[in-house]
């Protein structure tokens, strides 16, 4: 059973930071390429990042650029392997839901609020 779980999201002041994590679990993790996706208030999806399988390279939107890092841990041998999103120098309009997703398969997870405000 393919499994996409999202957490790290929150509450913070701009200029705040978060680490937002993906813990995938029920297909070759090592294979796939991961993306954070994010959804704000009344706005449809927008792509944020992607990181390769290997875990070798990411690539992002221009208005996060320079302020979000992408990773992810292939380790062997672990039931749950994970992507990571860290986010520095938040924004106000950084706030949205923040989804990963996993291709190929288009696998999604249920979303995690991060909500940039003072």
């Known amino acids: 059973q393919v499994q996409l779980v999202e957490s790290g999201g929150g509450l913070v002041q701009p200029g705040g930071s978060l680490r937002l994590s993906c813990a995938a679990s029920?297909?070759?993790?090592?294979?796939?390429?991961m993306y954070w996706v994010r959804q704000a208030p009344g706005k449809g999806l927008i792509w944020v990042s992607t990181?390769?399988?290997?875990?070798?390279?990411?690539?992002?939107?221009?208005s996060v650029k320079g302020r979000f890092t992408i990773s992810r841990g292939n380790a062997r041998n672990t039931v749950y392997l994970t992507v990571y999103l860290q986010m520095n120098t938040l924004k106000p309009e950084d706030t949205a839901i923040y989804y990963c997703?996993?291709?190929?398969?288009?696998?999604w997870g249920q979303g995690t609020q991060v909500t940039v405000s003072s």
């Open positions: 990181i390769d399988p290997a875990g070798g390279r990411g690539w992002y939107a221009d």
């Open positions: 997703n996993a291709r190929p398969g288009d696998y």
């Open positions: 029920g297909f070759t993790f090592s294979s796939h390429w």
